[in-house]
């Protein structure tokens, strides 16, 4: 495996198979792009031309069947992600799965058992891309006690993009293909887990869907939106007791915001992660100090390459894990039934 050539098939080619995924497997020697199935046979071989992929199937479960392929990307809504990366395993297939890792947790348990039984094979899933630069110098603070004792975890992210009632309906506020997955939470929860080794003993949650339906672009349809447009969090981390403080957005106009804060008792630290900036401030202090990442901590974007050196060197997965998956679908359960139940509080150990 370490020096044959490594056969790669896609199921779903959307804009981020397309942007991301396909270009960056493109740069890795001996690796062929071998087979794409898509929505529809004619959007298969449209990609297949246009992005160098040899050949397009009209099903996906002729790439789970193909015996010479010895890995899967899977770029499909989360609503097909269990069902497809079960097939691939158990097919004896390595797999990169798209975030959000399941449409729900027990989907998202159902994929992990899949993993533990085919120990031999690689099982990896995209993470999220906000802070990869930064991930390792922020986890050093926190375990170096820069911060002093955490006292809150907050985390924002807004944009304008459902302020409309004419906004065209999208795949994400579509329960039946998003599941339980709302806006950003669960991949920048899945953030917030790289450095603060924690989780959630309870949280409540509160959202709203302001427009009851919308039209998908150059459809008639009329589609229910169960997603809501707008969502808040408020919990409370087991171990430390900091306050974990979330809110997203699609209804705020104006300038987007995406920011991470963690805050405690002897200093802070901000990230911006549109500006790719991190500052730190003392306890009580309104100064900030940019802190520049040195060249060798920056990480950057490899996540195709580090799925095939797994797959070559036998290497542990570092980002996502199927275990670490979970954690954040655990969480987004969390959400999920808290917004069923007239935002109850719900308990870590209750999911």
């Known amino acids: 495996m370490e020096h044959r050539k490594l056969r790669i098939g896609f199921i779903g080619a959307g804009a981020n198979t397309r942007q991301t995924h396909i270009p960056g497997f493109h740069k890795i020697e001996n690796v062929e792009l071998s087979v794409v199935a898509n929505r529809s046979r004619a959007s298969a071989e449209k990609v297949a031309k246009a992005d160098g992929i040899q050949r397009a199937v009209e099903t996906w479960q002729e790439v789970v069947a193909d015996p010479?392929?010895?890995?899967?990307?899977?770029?499909?809504?989360?609503?097909?992600?269990?069902?497809?990366?079960?097939?691939?395993l158990e097919s004896g297939k390595h797999v990169l799965c798209e975030a959000r890792m399941a449409a729900n947790l027990e989907e998202a348990r159902r994929m992990y058992a899949a993993a533990q039984a085919?120990?031999?094979?690689?099982?990896?899933?995209?993470?999220?891309?906000?802070?990869?630069?930064?991930?390792?110098?922020?986890?050093?603070m926190v375990t170096a006690g820069k911060l002093g004792d955490l006292l809150e975890?907050?985390?924002?992210?807004?944009?304008?993009?459902?302020?409309?009632?004419?906004?065209?309906?999208?795949?994400?506020?579509?329960?039946?293909?998003?599941?339980n997955n709302v806006l950003t939470m669960g991949i920048m929860h899945e953030t917030v887990q790289r450095w603060v080794e924690d989780e959630p003993e309870w949280l409540i949650a509160d959202g709203a869907v302001f427009q009851?339906?919308?039209?998908?672009?150059d459809m008639t349809e009329v589609v229910k939106v169960e997603v809501p447009d707008s969502l808040s969090i408020l919990g409370r981390f087991a171990q430390s007791g900091a306050r974990l403080v979330y809110h997203f957005s699609g209804v705020e106009s104006g300038k987007p915001?995406?920011?991470f804060r963690l805050n405690g008792s002897k200093g802070a630290l901000r990230f911006d992660a549109f500006q790719k900036q991190l500052l730190f401030s003392e306890a009580g202090s309104s100064q900030e100090t940019k802190i520049t990442i040195a060249r060798g901590q920056s990480r950057g974007w490899q996540v195709e390459a580090d799925f095939v050196k797994s797959i070559r060197a036998h290497t542990p997965v570092e980002l996502t894990t199927f275990e670490q998956g979970v954690r954040y679908m655990t969480f987004t359960e969390m959400v999920a039934q808290s917004l069923a139940n007239e935002s109850a509080r719900v308990l870590w150990q209750s999911v």
């Open 118 to 140: 085919q120990p031999g094979l690689v099982a990896q899933i995209v993470p999220a891309p906000f802070s990869l630069d930064f991930d390792a110098t922020i986890r050093a």
């Open 153 to 179: 975890v907050r985390v924002v992210h807004t944009g304008g993009q459902a302020a409309s009632p004419d906004a065209p309906m999208t795949w994400r506020q579509e329960r039946s293909l998003s599941g």
């Open 212 to 217: 009851a339906t919308r039209s998908y672009p």
């Open 68 to 88: 010479s392929l010895d890995a899967i990307c899977i770029g499909t809504w989360p609503n097909m992600h269990a069902q497809l990366t079960i097939a691939a």
């Open 257 to 259: 915001r995406m920011e």
